[in-house]
T-cell receptor
Framework: NAGVTQTPKFQVLKTGQSMTLQCAQD?????MYWYRQDPGMGLRLIYY???????DKGEVPNGYNVSRLNKREFSLRLESAAPSQTSVYFC????????????FGPGTRLTVT | GESVGLHLPTLSVQEGDNSIINCAYS??????FIWYKQESGKGPQFIID?????DKRQGQRVTVLLNKTVKHLSLQIAATQPGDSAVYFC??????????FGAGTILRVKS
């Protein structure tokens, strides 16, 4: 039981390049999330998917898109990377959307130059 | 939780002592609270949670206390060990809509 897995672990992009961060969970959870974490700040929600087939914007969605590919997988896409998107990105999942513990992946450290 | 910007508060404790990490939340409507531990270079790890109809909950070596009157949450770690060194942060469920995370407290355990 791997929990939440993310790929890649590290990535360096040039400004304007695009990439997709992959996330998968094997806990049969319904809800999945993408967060970014910047030094000294709390996790900020980018997008979430309350259940398969739905996605919604979080606190900081600009510059990102998501796809809930199936119940297990939730990807995050940066269409045109900017230096302000340099961050550590975490995927998480929970059984349901509201008032539930979220379980996190190991993170992707992204640098945009 | 609350953000304290770039400089996280630090709690230093001697190995074997008890640790108490505090968190304030702002929304009196929050009804679910959770503590996470994050080690350097890793993802946040669930420690313990509590709902607003309780004021105390115990896990293995950890206790969470909730004081709704002053909107305060604390995490107590008994017999702190070097492996407990990490950033600890709380989160609360804002209006049953999303988790709001604090920036965290650094726990350093001295051997």
């Amino acid at each position: 039981n791997a929990g939440v897995t993310q790929t890649p672990k590290f990535q360096v992009l040039k400004t304007g390049q695009s990439m997709t961060l992959q996330c998968a969970q094997d806990m049969n959870h319904n809800s999945m999330y993408w967060y970014r974490q910047d030094p000294g700040m709390g996790l900020r929600l980018i997008y979430y998917s309350a259940s398969e087939g739905t996605t919604d914007k979080g606190e900081v969605p600009n510059g990102y898109n998501v796809s809930r590919l199936n119940k297990r997988e939730f990807s995050l896409r940066l269409e045109s990377a900017a230096p302000s998107q340099t961050s550590v990105y975490f995927c998480a999942s929970s059984e349901w959307r509201v008032a539930q513990a979220q379980y996190f992946g190991p993170g992707t450290r992204l640098t945009v130059t | 939780g609350e953000s304290v910007g770039l400089h996280l508060p630090t709690l230093s404790v001697q190995e074997g002592d008890n640790s108490i990490i505090n968190c304030a939340y702002s929304n009196s409507a929050s009804d679910y609270f959770i503590w996470y531990k994050q080690e350097s270079g890793k993802g946040p790890q669930f420690i313990i949670d509590i709902r607003s109809n309780m004021d105390k909950r115990q896990g293995q070596r950890v206790t969470v206390l909730l004081n709704k009157t002053v909107k305060h949450l604390s995490l107590q770690i008994a017999a702190t060990q070097p492996g407990d060194s990490a950033v600890y942060f709380c989160a609360d469920d804002l209006n049953g809509n999303k988790l709001v995370f604090g920036a965290g407290t650094i726990l350093r355990v001295k051997s």
